[in-house]
């Protein structure tokens, strides 16, 4: 079966009743978790933004702190999941402050990491992708913003 485009499923969507609505989201979020957590994300947390970006963050310092750190191949698959579920939370709620705050807190964390990033080439390129990454949203945040992070970013690439 191929799927409608966006343009078909926004005018069917509006021509039905807000009943039929509410069934569609919820049958919707049945199948996928990722169909619930944007669902969560939307009806519940994005009014408050800066309460998302805590709850993530406490998310990662949980994980970063399960990690299992006898060798770099866990670390390193430990460490691309956590990259892989940030990146997921940042996709949903579409606010480039907040992508770089949540890359940003992800790269002091993997910074500050025991053992250290810099004896393994796969995490280091990994940290290094991650700051590019934060360099090229910066720009297209408001100007105080761009000043505020471009410290945090300095701060970071200092240590």
């Given at each position: 079966?191929?799927?409608?485009?966006?343009?078909?499923?926004?005018?069917?969507?509006?021509?039905?009743?807000?009943?039929?609505?509410v069934q569609l989201c919820l049958r919707?979020?049945?199948?996928?978790?990722?169909?619930?957590?944007?669902?969560?994300?939307?009806?519940?947390?994005?009014?408050?933004?800066?309460?998302?970006?805590?709850t993530i963050?406490?998310?990662?310092?949980?994980?970063?702190?399960?990690?299992?750190?006898?060798?770099?191949?866990?670390?390193?698959?430990?460490v691309r999941k956590i990259q892989r579920q940030l990146k997921r939370y940042i996709r949903y709620s579409l606010n480039k402050e907040t992508e770089v705050e949540l890359l940003l807190y992800f790269c002091y964390k993997l910074k500050n990491m025991k053992p250290s990033i810099s004896r393994s080439r796969v995490l280091t390129n990994l940290y290094a992708r991650q700051l590019l990454?934060?360099?090229?949203k910066i720009p297209k945040l408001h100007e105080d913003l761009q000043a505020d992070y471009t410290m945090e970013l300095q701060k970071i690439e200092r240590w």
């Open positions: 079966m191929k799927p409608a485009n966006v343009r078909l499923i926004k005018q069917e969507l509006q021509s039905r009743s807000p009943e039929e609505l919707l979020a049945k199948f996928k978790k990722e169909n619930k957590e944007l669902l969560t994300y939307l009806l519940f947390e994005a009014q408050d933004e800066e309460g998302y970006i805590r963050k406490h998310e990662v310092d949980q994980q970063f702190e399960q990690i299992n750190t006898k060798s770099f191949y866990f670390i390193k698959k430990s990454m934060i360099q090229k």
